[in-house]
């Protein structure tokens, strides 16, 4: 472990877990990384850093198309889960409502500006709800770009987080015109993104969490929606430091082959490295609060002969700076040690093991899900079935009770499921929403 934070900052800390030992001629490290945040947030009892919310601002985006008229008791949840949200606002944060349809307009304050939030502002917000009202389509884009303008008067490292809710499809807009948008906005904002009812597709909204380094979820029923919304809301005033960066550095003639996120969900960082000096790179991890996550490295290293040693790589957190430079917070090292021990060199490291089954897992039901959709339903129960011997497998009791819903299990240890019958949308999509949630390893 090794931290090297500034007094009265959060502390971040660095761990590795990894079998360094390798066989003769073996190339491929992996280790588990876990980086914990400590000495700010909202778990330690405390208000974050900046308790005044000066260095944040939220911006909640409602889809007001004409679904969101049916029924009628959609809308007026999503007013009452925004102005449940805005109750749960520090003050000082900078915050403001957009109305989401084939355009984006802005519901409070207007004028291109973030108001502060205090009694008076919060007050003036819920009325100005008011005016959501539903018409028109849906074009996600113009929202995401309008909350970047409006995020734009924000200063360097501010904690800058969306909230994103739709009930239906992207259809007035390209899906280029999305990609274009999210490509900007990617690294500048996060956001969490919820889907109300079950006319939505998951793919959609979690390709839109997954470039702004946000959740995503699915709120079956409207009335749900005000919790939700406290809930992500409160999470969001959690954090405390923004624009975390996961830096990689490697030795000569070694590759990094992939880096995960593994835990709380499974989110694939390999294509969002960012050159950051001689043989290193920036892989970004978004705002963080008190709260610890686990990432999965795997290096090519030249391969080595029995008795031989290397540093793999240098994983460090580190706060990149627009000159180049950067505030190292902590960092560890994955190493690799040549073996002619049969028993070191094929050991499994247990948290390796449990976090490559996770993503696995998540793999499975959406490929499961997909095929059944395609009508394949040998390969859909043979997916789902894997699925469930690997949540049984890896105790990921959530994710096994979902398929629950969606498969008759009838030997868990191996596998052996049948598709229930009339299964709802809701249940179904569900389970694909939340497959990228993974269970830590018990230690």
Request: proline fraction near 4%; charge should be negative; hydrophobic fraction near 40%.
């Amino acid at each position: 472990m090794a931290s090297l934070s500034k007094p009265n900052a959060p502390r971040f800390d660095v761990d590795i877990f990894q079998n360094e030992y390798l066989a003769e001629g073996a190339r491929e490290v992996n280790a588990i990384v876990t980086v914990t945040a400590t000495g700010g947030g909202t778990s330690a009892g405390r208000l974050p850093a900046s308790a005044d919310g000066g260095d944040a601002a939220v911006v909640i985006m409602i889809d007001c198309s004409g679904s969101m008229d049916y029924p009628a008791s959609k809308m007026r949840n999503a007013r009452e889960a925004t102005a449940a949200a805005i109750d749960t606002l520090r003050d000082g944060v900078a915050f403001a409502v957009v109305a989401g349809t084939h355009e984006a307009a802005e519901v409070y304050p207007g004028g291109g500006e973030l108001a502060v939030a205090d009694p008076s502002t919060r007050a003036a917000a819920r009325t100005a709800l008011r005016r959501l009202t539903p018409m028109g389509g849906t074009a996600i884009g113009t929202w995401l770009a309008l909350a970047q303008r409006l995020f734009e008067s924000r200063p360097e490292r501010s904690i800058r987080h969306g909230i994103l809710l739709t009930d239906g499809r992207n259809e007035h807009e390209k899906p280029a015109d999305l990609q274009a948008v999210l490509e900007r906005a990617a690294g500048y904002f996060t956001a969490d993104c919820r889907g109300v009812g079950t006319d939505w597709e998951v793919d959609e909204l979690r390709r839109i969490s997954s470039a702004l380094l946000g959740t995503v979820d699915i709120v079956a029923e409207p009335s749900g929606l005000a919790d939700d919304f406290r809930a992500m809301m409160s999470t969001a005033m959690g954090k405390q430091v923004a624009d975390v960066a996961l830096r990689i550095w490697t030795p000569a003639n070694a590759v990094v082959k992939y880096v995960k996120q593994v835990a709380p969900s499974v989110e694939d960082l390999t294509g969002r490295r960012s050159g950051a000096g001689p043989r290193a790179g920036d892989y970004p991890t978004g705002s963080w609060g008190d709260e610890s996550r686990d990432y999965h490295v795997c290096v090519e290293v030249p391969a080595a002969t029995v008795g031989d040693e290397m540093l793999a790589a240098r994983v460090s957190l580190v706060l990149p700076r627009p000159d180049g430079t950067a505030d190292t917070l902590s960092q560890g090292l994955v190493r690799a040690v040549w073996t002619d021990d049969l028993a070191s060199s094929t050991r499994i490291n247990q948290q390796v093991a449990h976090y490559t089954g996770q993503a696995e897992l998540a793999a499975s039901i959406q490929e499961g899900l997909a095929a059944h959709r395609a009508g394949d339903v040998d390969r859909a129960t043979a997916k789902l079935g894997a699925a469930v011997r690997l949540a049984h497998v890896t105790g990921n009791d959530g994710t096994f009770r979902l398929l629950e819903k969606v498969v008759d299990v009838v030997d868990p240890k191996e596998g052996t499921v049948r598709f229930r019958k009339n299964v709802s949308e809701a249940d179904s999509m569900t389970l694909e929403t939340r497959s990228t949630k993974t269970v830590r390893v018990k230690r």
